[in-house]
Structures are given as C-alpha cells and as structure tokens.
C-alpha cells in the first residue's frame, strides 16, 4: 500500500507527534487507507484526525491486546 509521504498535510499531522508515535501514525494511515480504498474504491484520508486518534492513544491491536 502506498500513501503520498510527501503530502504537506501527511507531513503537518506527522510533525505534530511525537516521534516515538510516528511509526503507529504510519501503520494507522496504512491501514485506514487499505479500508477506505476496498470500501469506496480510493484511500482517502484525514491525517490530522488520524495524527488526533495516534495522540490519544491508539495503538496497533496487536499492542491494544496486551494492555489488559
């Protein structure tokens, strides 16, 4: 899956975290665009509500299991 990296608005919600959170901003635009694109044909995306939801503590469900 490829998203614009180089996109200023991927690029101002990137810089907006911390950059230990960079990487689980990347696997959530991944994975938001994947669904968006098999949902409606086209991988749009918000980064900032996406930057938003990394900030407020989503983490991969992978993680999100061992925190119970």
Request: proline content about 4%.
């Given at each position: 899956?490829?998203?614009n990296k180089k996109s200023e608005k991927?690029?101002?919600?990137?810089?907006?975290?911390?950059?230990?959170?960079h990487p689980i901003y990347d696997q959530l635009v991944e994975e938001y665009i994947?669904?968006?694109?098999?949902?409606?044909?086209?991988?749009?995306?918000a980064y900032i509500v996406l930057a938003d939801l990394v900030r407020d503590g989503?983490?991969?469900p992978?993680?999100?299991e061992g925190k119970n």
């Amino acid at each position: 899956m490829n998203f614009n990296k180089k996109s200023e608005k991927y690029l101002s919600a990137k810089e907006s975290l911390s950059k230990n959170l960079h990487p689980i901003y990347d696997q959530l635009v991944e994975e938001y665009i994947y669904h968006t694109e098999k949902r409606y044909g086209r991988g749009y995306v918000a980064y900032i509500v996406l930057a938003d939801l990394v900030r407020d503590g989503w983490c991969p469900p992978e993680k999100a299991e061992g925190k119970n």
